[in-house]
């Protein structure tokens, strides 16, 4: 089984420490919502976010869309070939239950992650779609328990597409790491958590684009 963590993902929800800050409070009243019913968003909140630790990571949500939208909808997860995960700056992860179709349209989007967020789980005719736990990077990994785990970035060491593929398929188990943030890098904690680390291109590319190629090879390599 092939495992795919989008690690540090900038979503969470409006944090406590700004919910009173005017661009959030503005956002808020157009949205009718309280401000801690919000997701936190850089082109609604940019002005509240400056002083918030780890800024530059956070509130890209729409990163989040994109990526998840890019592996749901690749053969390999549809004929159950892939489980995704995705871990939160604020140490959450979700899981995608199987053959999972999310809105297409952003907003419906977030509605569903928000209410996500609140009630810990989603479930349609007695499936689970999507789930919530209190988990670090280290402590999902440890649970996914890969004989490999890759991760990818444009600090990596450069590799091409099908050798990453092809070392994702010598196991049995194997995981590959992609970052749901918009800038930086993978935290200390995550890099300690990984065997090897690539970069596909001299570009820093968007990680719904990284996924698609990855997947891309390892269904070539499984003719699918
Ligand atoms: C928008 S980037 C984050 C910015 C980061 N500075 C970077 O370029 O890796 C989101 C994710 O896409 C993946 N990514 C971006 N460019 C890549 C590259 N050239 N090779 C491999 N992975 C890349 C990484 O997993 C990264 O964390």
């Known amino acids: 089984m092939i495992s795919l963590i989008i690690a540090e993902s900038a979503l969470e929800m409006v944090p406590k420490e700004i919910r009173t800050h005017p661009s959030v409070r503005n956002h808020a009243e157009r949205?009718?919502?309280n401000p801690g019913d919000l997701l936190l968003d850089r082109s609604y909140h940019h002005a509240a976010m400056k002083g918030l630790r780890n800024a530059e990571k956070r509130g890209r949500p729409d990163l989040v869309h994109f990526a998840l939208l890019s592996a749901l909808a690749t053969p390999l997860y549809l004929q159950d070939g892939l489980t995704v995960y995705l871990h939160t700056t604020d140490d959450l992860?979700?899981?995608i239950g199987r053959s999972v179709?999310?809105?297409k349209t952003y907003a419906r989007f977030e509605t569903l992650l928000v209410q996500l967020l609140k009630t810990k789980v989603i479930e349609t005719n007695g499936q689970v779609l999507l789930s919530i736990s209190e988990m670090s990077f280290q402590e999902l990994s440890?649970?996914?328990r890969s004989d490999i785990t890759v991760g990818l970035s444009s600090s990596g060491s450069m590799?091409?597409?099908r050798l990453v593929a092809e070392e994702l398929r010598a196991t049995e188990n194997a995981t590959f790491?992609?970052?749901g943030f918009p800038k930086s890098d993978?935290?200390?904690?995550?890099?300690?958590s990984i065997n090897s680390l690539y970069s596909i291109s001299p570009t820093a590319l968007e990680a719904h684009l990284v996924i698609a190629r990855i997947i891309y090879d390892l269904e070539v390599l499984r003719n699918l």
Do not use: C, H, Y
């Not at 993978?186 to 300690?192: A, C, D, M, N, Y």
């Open 159 to 161: 590799n091409s597409v």
């Open 93 to 95: 992860v979700i899981t």
């Open 186 to 192: 993978f935290s200390q904690e995550v890099l300690e």
């Open 101 to 103: 179709r999310l809105p």
């Open 31 to 33: 949205a009718r919502r």
């Open 142 to 144: 440890r649970k996914i």
């Open 177 to 179: 790491v992609i970052g």
